[in-house]
């Protein structure tokens, strides 16, 4: 699954979301691995926008009961959530 | 009503003590309001919500309000400065605060025709609206305190108060105590319960000058109410515009924090708003025009808010935290339910408990969500964030805000927001686990 198509297109709208929303264009060398947590790229706050971008961008709601390290702690952890929720 | 002297007596000209007077007066019943202070007096509470809206209306206010010249307050915005240090070290010059804003025009209200409330300097505004009770037809005994009320025969309560040496009586046929924070009545029959759960504190004062402009970053809402957390537990900053030049501003937090600091009120109230440079700089630049006030001994029920000859309306009913700005609203709307309830005892001529009923579910019902709404809000901060931000709760967290919260036993808002708050407190790997307030789980069990 992580290398199919849709995955891979999840991944990418989701790295230009958080580098164009949360790092203000800056780059970090934001990839599928960065420790968006543990660096603190994103944030409590920054968290409930994330949210709000993945319903609009691909029409899935992550249930706020997910919203845990497992699921965030990187965009590859990210795109498997989402894609798992797209079904 | 002949061995009595008044229909109602009223303690209290605020304006839960003004509201009940203007509906009662208005519809023909005799009433006396004793206010202990000489209007005009300054007083804390400065933000309306729009439930006010209805009872201007009700009691032909609102026109004299309009012309009034107070600030509009079209909406709400909230900022925080949260960054993991880790973020903000290695990733300098981004813009700091986080904001989410909201409009009350997003949602339709019964009752209420305009899309903004009002932000007030209390001492115009509450002598104006004692000033309109009188011209109803309300008698308005100003500077007279009232020292008790003897309740032993209950269809003709005695209101007890001093005139210069001399010891008055007046004979009623029902007491409302609008008294306020003072929970005269309360106080007397011994119906005051502290909330051992919120403990808060405030300090607050004026500015002269404050760029309000600044801090809204251009979004064009100077006028909004502002409310800015800051990073220590439970602590915010109201940001509330009283005119054109003038801006009210209090820091709100936990007594625990303020004893713990041993700093004095000076020192800590500028020490909590360094936490938050931009703020802190505006303020600094700006001339503070009176000296710091403080409010203690917050939050408190009463056992019973109403019985045989008497019902308490206001702050003198229930306090429980200035968050949301509810609390001249919820005087306000204190008084039209009573009245409503009165105004049928009167016509029945009985006012024993059983003729408040519909008062007292409401009121219940109403201040038990409000309760619940800011318990979860300072229990998980971010949630209240994110449901604003999301459509599928944003009309209904505004539908609170806005004060609409008498109609429901639990609006299905909160359900969803408590569901969520116990299942992050369940679970420490829930990315929002170390941003649950220090506010326990058992704050839920509200206290009455």
């Known amino acids: 699954m992580s290398n199919s198509p849709a995955t891979h297109d999840i991944e990418q709208a989701l790295k230009q979301y958080v580098a164009r929303e949360i790092l203000d264009g800056k780059d970090i060398g934001l990839d599928a691995d960065t420790p968006l947590l543990e660096w603190g790229v994103i944030n409590s706050l920054e968290i409930a926008r994330l949210l709000g971008f993945v319903r609009e961008q691909f029409g899935v709601v992550v249930p706020l009961e997910s919203v845990t390290a497992e699921h965030f702690k990187d965009l590859r952890a990210l795109t498997g959530l989402v894609a798992s929720l797209k079904g | ?448």
């Open chain 2, 1 to 448: 009503m002949s061995n009595v002297d008044f229909d109602v007596g009223i303690i209290g000209g605020g304006p839960a003590g003004s509201a009940t007077a203007s509906y009662l007066a208005r519809a023909g019943l005799k009433c006396v309001v004793f206010e202990r202070e000489l209007f005009p007096r300054p007083h804390v509470g400065e933000s309306l919500v729009p439930a006010a809206t209805r009872v201007f209306k009700e009691i032909g206010f609102l026109d004299t309000l309009e012309n009034a010249g107070f600030p509009k307050k079209y909406g709400a915005a909230w900022t925080s400065a949260d960054r993991a240090p880790v973020y903000a070290m290695q990733f300098e010059g981004l813009a700091a605060d986080c904001h989410v804003d909201i409009r009350f025009e997003e949602r339709e209200q019964a009752g209420v025709d305009r899309n903004y409330t009002f932000h007030v300097d209390r001492a115009k505004f509450d002598l104006m609206l004692l000033q309109h009770a009188h011209q109803l037809g309300a008698e308005v005994y100003e500077g007279v305190r009232v020292r008790g009320v003897d309740l032993s025969d209950p269809t003709q309560p005695t209101v007890h108060f001093k005139l210069g040496q001399q010891d008055i009586r007046t004979r009623v046929r029902m007491v409302i105590d609008a008294s306020g924070r003072h929970t005269l009545l309360g106080n007397q029959l011994k119906l005051k319960v502290l909330d051992p759960v919120f403990n808060q504190y405030a300090l607050h004062t004026w500015f002269e000058g404050y760029d309000r402009d600044r801090l809204a970053h251009g979004r064009g809402q100077p006028e909004y109410i502002f409310i800015h957390f800051l990073p220590l537990t439970n602590t915010w900053v109201w940001q509330i515009p009283i005119s054109e030049s003038v801006t009210s501003i209090g820091v709100v937090t936990q007594k625990s924090n303020f004893a713990k600091s041993r700093l004095d009120r000076e020192q800590f109230f500028w020490e909590c708003l360094q936490s938050r440079p931009e703020l802190y700089e505006g303020l600094r630049a700006a001339r503070q025009v009176m000296p710091l006030k403080e409010e203690g001994d917050y939050s408190y029920a009463m056992r019973e808010i109403c019985g045989d000859g008497f019902a308490l309306v206001g702050d003198a009913a229930r306090f429980v935290d200035p968050i949301f700005s509810s609390g001249v609203s919820i005087a306000l709307n204190s008084g039209r339910l009573i009245s409503h309830d009165i105004l049928a005892a009167a016509e029945r001529g009985d006012f024993r408990r059983d003729s408040f009923r519909t008062f007292e579910t409401l009121m219940r019902r109403g201040t038990r969500n409000w309760y619940n709404f800011i318990n979860l809000y300072y229990r998980l901060n971010v949630l209240f964030t994110a449901f604003v931000q999301d459509p599928r709760h944003r009309i209904d967290v505004l539908k609170l805000l806005q004060g609409d919260m008498y109609d429901e036993d639990e609006p299905a808002v909160l359900t969803e927001m408590r569901r969520i708050v116990t299942e992050v407190e369940r679970n420490d790997q829930h990315i929002w686990h170390k941003y649950l307030g220090s506010l326990t789980s058992s704050a839920f069990s509200s206290v009455l």
